[in-house]
């Protein structure tokens, strides 16, 4: 079956640790997205990615650090730098669609999300 | 700037009647797509509608309609005939055309109860 899978999907740290959350998928889409919900909040986007070996900084990127070595794959780390981790983070990808020489991102799909807890 | 405003929070409904979430959005763009997405208790975000800046029809899908109406800037999702099943937190969404990467903006979303 096509689709995104994220793992852990509950993920425990430490104090001054830095963690790494996958996220896969398998729909051959160019781009990926990750966001993070905080409890009664909506998403706001940290990283995105269009192509291989690229990608830009979302709202709040402080504290994270991302990679797209292969198309499949996108990768959160979650950096002893970032102050309140504690939250729910969803990993999209979705089909870039072009139009007038400009680029939008269509649907985007989402896997099941990580819950991350500092302890 | 690009923003999407949902400003109501919380709705609660009794089964059965019609609940409608608005969703206002601000983009200079002229070229962009509109969404709305559910997100259950479980937590993964479910696709519902994809809509073209350039088709202003209203569309509707069973129970759900959506109404686009580029003068006032609104996507307006209307649940008829609501049902339990139904209550889930509700996010409408902007994709605008850029020069560069491509991102998906979302509003605060809605938190929708049908109560039985």
């Known amino acids: 079956d096509g689709g995104i899978t994220q793992s852990p999907k509950y993920l425990f740290r430490k104090e001054g640790q830095n963690v790494t959350l996958s996220c896969e998928q398998n729909l051959n889409h160019d781009a990926m997205y990750w966001y993070r919900q905080d409890p009664g909040q909506g998403l706001r986007l940290i990283y995105y990615s269009q192509i291989v070996n690229d990608f830009q900084k979302g709202d709040i990127a402080e504290g994270y650090s991302v990679s797209r070595e292969k198309k499949e794959s996108f990768p959160l780390t979650v950096t002893s730098a970032q102050k309140n981790p504690t939250a729910f983070y969803l990993c999209?990808?979705?089909?870039?669609?072009?139009?007038?020489?400009?680029?939008?991102?269509?649907?985007?799909?989402f896997g099941q999300g990580t819950r991350l807890t500092v302890v | 700037a690009q923003k999407v405003t949902q400003a109501q929070t919380e709705i609660s409904v009794v089964e059965k009647e019609d609940v409608t979430l608005d969703c206002v959005y601000e983009?200079?763009?002229?070229?962009?797509?509109l969404f709305w997405y559910k997100q259950p208790p479980s937590g993964e975000l479910v696709f519902l509608i994809r809509r073209n800046s350039f088709d202003e029809q209203n569309e509707i899908s069973g129970r759900y309609s959506w109404n686009f109406q580029k003068s006032t800037s609104s996507f307006n999702f209307t649940i008829t005939a609501s049902q339990v099943v139904d209550s889930a937190v509700y996010f409408c969404a902007l994709s605008p055309r850029t020069s560069s990467a491509s991102k998906i903006i979302f509003g605060s979303g809605t938190r929708l109860s049908i109560r039985p």
């Open positions: 999209a990808s979705s089909i870039l669609g072009q139009r007038d020489r400009g680029k939008m991102g269509t649907e985007a799909f």
């Open positions: 983009t200079r763009d002229t070229t962009y797509y």
